[in-house]
């Protein structure tokens, strides 16, 4: 009997080890390998005046969302580079000699847009470029050190003219091959929806990058990436509403909106 309740608890010993050590592989296949001397860089590309010819007006307040970035991000651990009033030509270069540099020791990389923008497009201070252009020197294909690496963008800009009014609602309450996409691990999170505005305060900044940078304060250390983007969403949904004396501004709504292209869960610390 002593010998059968032996056997027992070593096999229940055996069946826990194995459990322990299949849960770590499946951690390790699905979570991002944050084990890299450096986090990575962060490039803020920021945008206050605009050539006359552009149309576009001065972007006050965005002195604040580039204050706010730069303190956010170095704490979580990125190492800043800030660029200010970018022609196109400047943001292409800029991002094209980031591109070409040694990642390698780096677990990731982000960027930081804050600038006039249309759908699909945003602006240097003499005209204005398509977003997929400066998003694509860091595919695989062409930034081989940062390949199997999450590579992140956040872009502060309108996507359109679209307001919206918002609707009253009751409810409160190991990998088994080496060749992976060239568009893979690639997060974009914009401040607002295909086609609309997103709202900046003179005074304090975006409602996007001053809720994106309070819950990546927040939680940044203790969630996965898609969890704080989520409390993202939440913020400047439910916490912002425009106030204006002109009735077509007032009172309207912002939802930032994001496409995944991550392969694996991003936890920002080790």
Not at 137 to 165: E, H, N, T, W
Request: glycine share 8%; hydrophobic share 35%.
């Amino acid at each position: 009997m002593l010998l059968k309740h032996g056997i027992i608890h070593l096999l229940t010993l055996f069946l826990k080890f194995f459990h322990s050590q299949q849960t770590n592989t499946e951690t390790y296949v699905f979570q991002y390998d944050m084990n890299y001397p450096s986090l990575g860089q962060c490039v803020v590309i920021n945008n206050k005046n605009f050539h006359k010819k552009t149309g576009m007006g001065v972007r006050n307040g965005t002195e604040k969302d580039e204050g706010n970035v730069e303190e956010t991000f170095s704490n979580l651990g990125f190492k800043i580079k800030i660029c200010n009033d970018q022609t196109v030509s400047q943001m292409r270069d800029s991002l094209t000699r980031v591109s070409k540099e040694d990642h390698s020791k780096s677990s990731m990389f982000a960027c930081v847009l804050l600038s006039h923008g249309e759908d699909g497009r945003i602006f240097g201070t003499d005209d204005c470029i398509e977003l997929k252009e400066l998003f694509a020197l860091f595919r695989g294909d062409r930034c081989r050190s940062l390949v199997g690496k999450p590579k992140l963008f956040f872009i502060q800009a309108c996507r359109g003219s679209g307001l919206d009014a918002g609707v009253e609602s009751d409810y409160d309450t190991e990998e088994e091959t080496q060749k992976i996409p060239v568009e893979a691990d690639f997060l974009y999170v914009y401040a607002t929806a295909p086609g609309y505005y997103a709202w900046r305060d003179s005074a304090n900044g975006s409602w996007f990058i001053i809720s994106l940078c309070e819950m990546l304060s927040k939680y940044g250390k203790r969630l996965e990436v898609m969890q704080i983007m989520t409390r993202v969403n939440y913020k400047v949904a439910r916490k912002f509403t425009s106030s204006s004396f002109f009735s077509r501004l007032d009172g309207k709504k912002q939802i930032p909106c994001i496409a995944y292209m991550l392969t694996k869960e991003l936890y920002f610390s080790k």
